[in-house]
């Protein structure tokens, strides 16, 4: 796929741009091949750093990414969550995929954030609802037929 002319990723990994948007200097943290990983300027606490794994090429969705590029993506992503390891507990990796899912630019990307026990960031913030065993059964059968008919597709 083209670069996307209005795409702040693709002008960061083209060097178009080399500040984000609050004018801190653009810096690859590391890439591979067909990837990139830099730190994003939203900023979870003083002390925690956010991470964000991208393919180079501009793809919106997670789905529109070809089998190649997914799987430097995944490398990518273990690799960076290793290295947080390192100093931390655990990482919340994340992607919205789709405006619905809060998805704000319009380029692929996962978020990597480091976390430990009682850090004070709320990534877990949604409530868990209880919902009856037949509602789950039905769930269970609706979002198989939904991946058969998703296998469909191409
Ligand atoms: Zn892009």
Redesign the pocket.
Known sequence: MK??NN?L??DFVSGKWKKHKNEFAFEKLYETELTLSFLSIDFPSPKRVHVLVIPKK?FVNLQDCPKKVLHELIEHVVLVSKALRLENDGTNILLNDGRGAEQTVM?THFHLVPRNKRDGIEIELWKRVNISQKTYSNLNKKVKKLIKNAKKTK
């Open positions: 670069a996307d795409c990723f693709c501009h380029h």
